[in-house]
């Protein structure tokens, strides 16, 4: 939240104010500066598609973002860049805004039992899909996961290719050309012939 614009080259052209933090800006604000939860009114990220958009919260220090509803691309490019999206009822989501006009209030977000619980200990559960919560948990982006089940993607290549070689071109020791006969507008037999390296 210290910069609202990180090209310093344009600031000329642009005016020297977008490169100063906005005082009145309430993650500026005493208490508020350190946020890791961020509470948001309805349909939360719906003005972009572009995972640029949950990147720059994530970048301000927001660990999790607390919402009657979210844009459906939004909630899962969050999910894809290890940020937790929580879905609420309008009524619990107004009552952790009010715990939040207090600066340094502090409200848990326990993603393991799902659940939000505010200073005074009430609880809120929130649903998140299985798969997404082993991913958020154990830090696991789209690589990761792969990389994750990457015993089971080698013991398979290996299989497929000891199985079916003619699917890795490994039965292709010969550079095979297709030759096109114009006149006759079909294309011509497979001719093997050897190419030098």
């Known amino acids: 939240a210290e910069l609202r614009y990180h090209n310093p080259d344009e600031v000329a052209t642009l005016g020297a104010d977008v490169a100063r933090p906005r005082e009145d800006f309430v993650l500026n604000q005493p208490g508020y500066e350190n946020a890791a939860v961020l509470i948001a009114g309805d349909n939360f990220?719906?003005?972009s598609s572009r995972e640029h958009a949950p990147w720059s919260i994530n970048d301000m220090g927001i660990r999790c973002v607390i919402s009657t509803s979210f844009a459906d691309i939004f909630y899962n490019n969050c999910i894809n860049n290890g940020m937790l999206p929580v879905t609420l009822e309008r009524g619990p989501v107004e009552k952790l805004l009010e715990d939040a006009k207090v600066p340094g209030t502090e409200i848990t977000v326990d993603l393991v039992n799902s659940k939000v619980i505010r200073p005074n200990g009430e609880e809120f559960s929130f649903e998140i899909d299985a798969f997404k919560k082993h991913c958020l948990l154990n830090g696991l982006d789209k690589i990761g996961l792969t990389?994750?089940?990457?015993?089971?993607?080698?013991?398979?290549?290996?299989?497929?290719?000891?199985?079916?070689p003619w699917l890795d071109g490994a039965s292709m020791k010969v550079p095979q050309k297709i030759a096109m006969y114009p006149s006759a507008g079909i294309w011509g037999k497979v001719q093997k012939e050897e190419v030098s390296a």
């Not at 990389?147 to 079916?164: C, G, P, V, Y």
């Open 147 to 164: 990389l994750d089940k990457e015993d089971h993607i080698i013991a398979f290549e290996t299989m497929r290719s000891e199985k079916f």
């Open 45 to 47: 990220g719906c003005g």
